[in-house]
């Protein structure tokens, strides 16, 4: 993780999110409960705790393209990804 991750006050979990955003450039809900275990839920309170932190989180829906059902896919914005 970066210094800016150390220098915020954010959760063990927030902070593992952030990361992977960081690395992967985005998460959804599916990810989240495959990689981390937790639920849709779960991951929107700590995207609220990462932009509670100042990072601007980045929302798009989407719709799967087998099943149909939209889902949001959450990203950093260009500024804090750079």
């Known amino acids: 993780m970066n210094g800016l991750t150390t220098a915020i006050n954010l959760s063990p979990l927030a902070r593992a999110i ?3 955003m960081e690395r992967a450039g ?3 809900a599916r990810e989240a409960m495959a990689d ?3 639920t849709s839920a779960t991951l929107t309170r700590r995207i609220c705790d990462i932009e509670a932190a100042g990072i601007v989180i980045h929302r798009e829906r989407r719709k799967h393209p087998i099943t149909g059902r939209l889902y949001t896919r959450y990203s950093l914005s260009q500024a804090e990804a750079a």
């Open 18 to 20: 952030f990361a992977h």
């Open 26 to 28: 985005s998460i959804s």
């Open 36 to 38: 981390y275990g937790i």
